[in-house]
Nanobody
């Protein structure tokens, strides 16, 4: 089993910054893709950013140039640096990881979610 612990959400004014963290622990042999998704009220969950174990990244068009995803493979942790935040970035942000366990199996896990609110 794998546990994900997210942190870093909160209330910030437009134009401000926040940094989200998500640490994975448990039965982990390796982690391929780590990503952040978000879900605003009344909307579907959407991909915000993802990063492979080799450092390749992918971003939603709406956050390009403002958000940066990174990871620390030694700590099984993924980060999302969010700058120039806008009210439309308000959502619950979820961490997602693709884990290979010691038996060779692969599973996908979600974090519990952390609220990000951008408001003056």
């Amino acid at each position: 089993q794998v546990q994900l612990v997210e942190s870093g959400g909160g209330l910030v004014q437009p134009g401000g910054s926040l940094r989200l963290s998500c640490a994975a622990s448990g039965s982990i042999f390796s982690i391929n893709i780590m990503g952040w998704y978000r879900q605003a009220p009344g909307k579907e969950r959407e991909l915000v950013a993802a990063i492979t174990s080799g450092g390749l990244t992918n971003y939603a068009d709406s956050v390009k140039g403002r958000f940066t995803i990174s990871r620390d493979n030694a700590k099984n942790t993924v980060y999302l640096q969010m700058n120039s935040l806008k009210p439309e970035d308000t959502a619950v942000y979820y961490c997602n990881v693709d884990v290979r366990n010691f038996l060779g199996g692969r599973n996908n896990y979600w974090g519990q979610g952390t609220q990000v609110t951008v408001s003056s």
